[in-house]
T-cell receptor
Framework: RKEVEQDPGPFNVPEGATVAFNCTYS??????FFWYRQDCRKEPKLLMS???SGNEDGRFTAQLNRASQYISLLIRDSKLSDSATYLC????????????FGSGTRLQVQP | DARVTQTPRHKVTEMGQEVTMRCQPI?????VFWYRQTMMQGLELLAY????????DSGMPKDRFSAEMPDATLATLKIQPSEPRDSAVYFC??????????????FGPGTRLTVL
């Protein structure tokens, strides 16, 4: 079983739609959680950190459920420019302080 | 605007040849990571360094891959001999880790390697 699992998609949605991505992680000792965004043939870039209380950044909302080991990302009023692959990222508490990346969920927003 | 730089951006080589990829981390960052990304495996951590010391290279095939940090401004990843299955995009990332926290990792643009 992979440490971080995501639905690969693709999610094809019209502009203005609300879309949600889910991610599960296997290491219950994980401490830090992130969503990264990767555009086609580009490097991953941090989109937002995910906090236990949930957090929002404009149209983006991230939630963490430690009991279920589940992370979500909600995008409201989606734009064409949101088309990308969204990577769920977890930092395991092994002292390594390295990140474990999910395979990513591809989003295609259509006009 | 500080960025991680990587060279070369593209590399095509023949099986058996040596490949060296270079990375310049963001000035002041104390942690450097090497990742490999393929369609099949996604992003895999190969190795990482803290204050130039290797902390973990368990993700790296030891027989052909080696990673070093000759100084704080340069990290290298070498493959010798290269094989077609090494074809991938190799990303370097750097970050600043203090007091055991996990800080944002900033990725370079990657080296797209093709081994024929």
């Amino acid at each position: 079983r992979k440490e971080v699992e995501q639905d690969p998609g693709p999610f094809n949605v019209p502009e203005g739609a609300t879309v949600a991505f889910n991610c599960t992680y296997s290491n219950s000792a994980s401490q830090s959680f992130f969503w990264y965004r990767q555009d086609c043939r580009k490097e991953p870039k941090l989109l937002m950190s995910v906090y236990s209380s949930g957090n929002e950044d404009g149209r983006f909302t991230a939630q963490l459920n430690r009991a279920s080991q589940y992370i979500s990302l909600l995008i409201r009023d989606s734009k064409l420019s949101d088309s990308a692959t969204y990577l769920c990222v977890v930092s395991p508490d092994t002292g390594r302080r390295a990140l474990t990346f999910g395979s990513g969920t591809r989003l295609q927003v259509q006009p | 605007d500080a960025r991680v730089t990587q060279t070369p951006r593209h590399k095509v080589t023949e099986m058996g040849q040596e490949v060296t990829m270079r990375c310049q981390p963001i000035l002041g960052h104390n942690t450097v990571f090497w990742y490999r990304q393929t369609m099949m495996q996604g992003l895999e951590l190969l190795a990482y360094f803290r204050n130039r010391a290797p902390l973990d290279d368990s993700g790296m095939p030891k027989d052909r891959f080696s990673a070093e940090m000759p100084d704080a401004t340069l990290a290298t990843l070498k493959i010798q001999p290269s094989e077609p299955r090494d074809s991938a995009v190799y990303f370097c990332a750097s970050g600043l880790v203090v007091a055991g926290s996990t800080d944002t990792q900033y990725f370079g643009p990657g080296t797209r390697l093709t081994v024929l």
